[in-house]
């Protein structure tokens, strides 16, 4: 079965104090992991979609990078707009498959 | 910038009841999804749709479910008599190719 497990749970920063979340996740045969963006009540807003083992990309303040078995999401100097759920979603090796999601990291960056 | 919407923003009914969800997707998008969300759990898959037809359902869409692209724009999620169970955030989805893109959701409240 696949899965996927965020952590940690929650994150407190203060403004400026970098950190990582974390993505481990279990599939059959990768064909994508994606991560969004998503604020209370609202919908998951797309940040990036990481495809192979050593990719990276890099949006502002967010970076994200994956290796066979976990990604990570690197907030750099984060500000207090940065604030929301971050979640983690894998798609299965096969078509236009539904996305399987973690519980997502609630991060709160306090001034 | 083109995105996903969805009406009502909130739907409040009686147990027992149907309701339609609706949603209209980005206008090039071939493949549609609903997805929902109990408040504090998961993002979890319901159905997707690419062609006029379902092309994959989870276990949660049961024959209570349907969904329907009635016309060229809007793509619906009937439930046609809701339980106490049925209470989350909807979302419906749409893609090109592997990013799905969400909508902003439907909160549906079932008393």
């Known amino acids: 079965e696949d899965q996927v497990t965020q952590s940690p749970e929650a994150l407190r920063l203060q403004e400026g104090e970098s950190s990582s979340l974390n993505c481990s996740y279990t599939?059959?045969?990768?064909?994508?992991l994606f991560w969004y963006r998503q604020d209370p009540g609202k919908g998951p807003e797309f940040l990036f979609t990481?495809?192979?083992a050593g990719e990276e990309k890099e949006k502002e303040r967010l970076k994200a990078t994956l290796t066979k078995k976990e990604s990570f999401l690197h907030i750099t100097a984060p500000k207090p707009e940065d604030s929301a759920t971050y979640l983690c979603?894998?798609?299965?090796?096969?078509?236009?498959?539904?996305?399987?999601f973690g519980k997502g990291t609630r991060l709160s960056v306090i001034a | 910038e083109p995105e996903v919407t969805q009406t009502p923003s909130h739907q409040v009914t009686q147990m027992g009841q149907e309701v339609i969800l609706r949603c209209v997707p980005i206008?090039?998008?071939?493949?549609f999804y609903w997805y929902r969300q109990i408040l504090g759990q998961k993002v979890e898959f319901l159905v997707s749709?690419?062609?006029?037809?379902?092309?994959?359902k989870s276990e949660i869409f049961d024959d209570q479910f349907s969904v329907e692209r009635p016309d060229g724009s809007n793509f619906t999620l009937k439930i046609r008599s809701t339980k106490l169970e049925d209470s989350a955030m909807y979302f419906c989805?749409?893609?090109?190719?592997?990013?799905?893109?969400f909508g902003p959701g439907t909160r549906l409240t079932v008393l």
């Open positions: 990481l495809y192979s």
């Open positions: 749709f690419y062609n006029n037809e379902i092309s994959e």
């Open positions: 206008s090039n998008h071939l493949y």
């Open positions: 599939v059959s045969g990768l064909r994508g």
């Open positions: 979603a894998v798609q299965p090796f096969s078509g236009n498959t539904p996305l399987v």
């Open positions: 989805a749409s893609s090109a190719d592997n990013e799905q893109f």
